[in-house]
C-alpha cells in the first residue's frame, strides 16, 4: 500500500519463507535501479541493482525484477533470515545523472 | 576502516545556530552525495560533487544549506540559521565511478534543532 510519512507498509515473514518487496517507480527516463537496505541508526547498505535493458538479476538469496511497461519493481528474498529485518528503499536513477530518488520504503519483519 | 566516514555522529543545536556536517569519503571516490532523511521517510537528494566541483545543487532547500568539497576528498554541509525543520539525518554517499551507482553512504549525522 502507500506509506505517508511515518506509515511505511510492513512485510512480516516467518523465518525460511520468501520475502517479496515491491516498489512503483515515478520516472520512465530512468534507466538505473538500485534496492538498499537500512538497519536502524545506520546508512542505507546496497543490496543489487539492475539496469533498464535487464529484466531480472540475481545475487546472493536476492532477486531483483523489473517491468518498465508497469514501472515496478520488485526484491525478492529467499529463504528469509532475522537479519534481513529492516527498512528497504527501492531508488531510482540515471546511469550518467546526478542522482538516486528514493521510494518511501517497507518494513520487513522476520519472526523466529 | 574503509567506510564513508561522517562526523559528528550526533549534533544538537538551538535555532539560530550555525552547523557544520563532515563527511569523509571513501579513499579515490569521485563522486560524493549529500542526502537528507526525515524520520520515516526515504532519503532525499541534496547535492552532488563530482571530485571537487558541485555540479548539481538542486536539492539543497534554501540558501541557508552550503556544501563544498574544496580538494576533492573530505566534504562539509554547512546549515546556517537553523531552523527546528532542518532536524533530519543527513547523510553522505560516495561512489568510485562519475554518478549515482553503487553509493555507499555513512551512518549520517543526526541533527536535532531545539
Known amino acids: 500500500g502507500e506509506s505517508v510519512g511515518l506509515h511505511l507498509p510492513t512485510l512480516s515473514v516467518q523465518e525460511g519463507d520468501n520475502s517479496i518487496i515491491n516498489c512503483a517507480y515515478s520516472?520512465?527516463?530512468?534507466?538505473?535501479f538500485i534496492w538498499y537496505k537500512q538497519e536502524s541508526g545506520k546508512g542505507p547498505q546496497f543490496i543489487i541493482d539492475?539496469?533498464?535493458?535487464?529484466d531480472k538479476r540475481q545475487g546472493q538469496r536476492v532477486t531483483v525484477l523489473l517491468n518498465k511497461t508497469v514501472k515496478h519493481l520488485s526484491l525478492q528474498i529467499a529463504a528469509t533470515q532475522p537479519g534481513d529485518s529492516a527498512v528497504y528503499f527501492c531508488?531510482?536513477?540515471?546511469?550518467?545523472?546526478?542522482?538516486?530518488?528514493f521510494g518511501a520504503g517497507t518494513i520487513l519483519r522476520v519472526k523466529s | 576502516g574503509a567506510g564513508v566516514s561522517q562526523s559528528p555522529r550526533y549534533k544538537v543545536a538551538k535555532r539560530g545556530q550555525d552547523v557544520a556536517l563532515r563527511c569523509d569519503p571513501i579513499?579515490?571516490?569521485?563522486?560524493l552525495f549529500w542526502y537528507q532523511q526525515a524520520l520515516g521517510q526515504g532519503p532525499e537528494f541534496l547535492t552532488y560533487?563530482?571530485?571537487?566541483?558541485?555540479?548539481?545543487k538542486s536539492g539543497l532547500p534554501s540558501d541557508r544549506f552550503f556544501a563544498e568539497r574544496p580538494e576533492g576528498s573530505v566534504s562539509t554541509l554547512k546549515i546556517q540559521r537553523t531552523q527546528q525543520e532542518d532536524s533530519a539525518v543527513y547523510l553522505c554517499?560516495?561512489?568510485?565511478?562519475?554518478?549515482?551507482?553503487?553509493?555507499?553512504f555513512g551512518s549520517g549525522t543526526q541533527l536535532s534543532v531545539l
Open positions: 531508488a531510482e536513477g540515471m546511469e550518467y545523472g546526478n542522482k538516486l530518488v
Open positions: 554517499a560516495s561512489s568510485p565511478r562519475q554518478g549515482p551507482e553503487k553509493l555507499f
Open positions: 560533487f563530482q571530485n571537487e566541483a558541485q555540479l548539481d
Open positions: 520516472n520512465s527516463a530512468s534507466d538505473y
Open positions: 539492475i539496469r533498464s535493458n535487464m
Open positions: 579513499s579515490g571516490h569521485v563522486s
